[in-house]
């Protein structure tokens, strides 16, 4: 039987979000964190055809920096394995920047235009071909989506009466996520993480709401991150349903 779960959006942009997921149990908190990290693929360039490099950095310098950058990924349109060519040809005195860069795909595009590869003096030049392939974050680094991407149990804070009157307040700091006695959702940075800011004068209780974690990710701009935590969750439902198969065998 399916089993439901609560999702509740505290700030949603296409790179970065924060939502709160109820109903889940640590291990399956952090099997998403896992799989948002190493199992949604990403293009990467993997390979670099130097046709000419006259600038102070080595080939494979240069070929390093273009591995980082990222790429949009369209994951319907492409299978792991599968590879996109990209081109540059920058002459100087000029700065190469991953928006020079023209693929051979007009979706697969860097997601960022300003990223510097190198900056070129008079007479040095950079022309180079490169194939960039989908694969995982479980075989290199460089293929993870997801830059940022972590959770913290949401904290219920309730106010428990006034604090003693002559004691000196220390304070009391929080990261994350509270939910109010009203069931408002808070992040601590509109408090400066120290609850004293937030009920001075006042005594609380600070409990982990049971299966409820607050999971802030960013991406690398490879897709959104709606993108990224739907892929993950699908991730997770096939390896389920693969061991499913093969222990009712």
């Known amino acids: 039987m399916a089993h439901e779960f609560d999702v509740e959006f505290i700030e949603r942009g296409d790179r970065k979000a924060r939502f709160l997921v109820r109903g889940l149990t640590p ?3 952090n099997g998403i964190r896992r799989a948002m990290v190493a199992d949604v693929p990403t293009l990467s360039i993997d390979t670099v055809r130097f046709v000419e490099n006259s600038s102070v ?20 349109d492409f299978e792991e394995g599968e590879t996109v060519t990209l081109a540059l040809d920058v002459e100087g005195p000029a700065t190469a920047y991953s928006g020079d860069m023209v693929s051979s795909v007009d979706y697969v595009q860097p997601a960022d235009e300003n990223i510097p590869i190198i900056e070129l003096k008079e007479n040095q030049r950079l022309e180079f ?34 604090a003693p009157e002559f004691d000196e307040e220390e304070p009391h700091i929080l990261r994350g996520v509270i939910e109010t006695e009203d069931g408002e959702l808070v992040h601590t940075d509109e408090f400066d993480n120290d609850l004293t800011n937030r009920y001075p004068g006042k005594e609380v209780a600070v409990n982990d709401v049971p299966g409820a974690f607050v999971f802030h990710v960013e991406t690398d701009g490879s897709f959104t991150v709606e993108e990224l935590v739907l892929r993950a969750v699908e991730s997770i439902n096939l390896r389920a349903a693969e061991l499913e198969e093969k222990v009712s065998v």
Not at 57 to 76: H, K, N, Q, W, Y
Not at 135 to 145: D, F, L, N, P
Not at 148 to 155: E, F, I, P, T
């Open 57 to 76: 950095m080595f080939d494979e310098m240069i070929a390093l920096r273009l591995g980082l950058v990222p790429l949009t990924t369209s994951l319907d």
């Open 129 to 162: 071909e490169a194939d960039a392939v989908l694969a995982s974050g479980k075989s290199h680094a460089k293929h993870q989506g997801g830059v940022a991407v972590g959770y913290r149990h949401l904290q219920q804070v309730e106010v428990v009466g006034d």
């Open 27 to 29: 291990a399956i908190a």
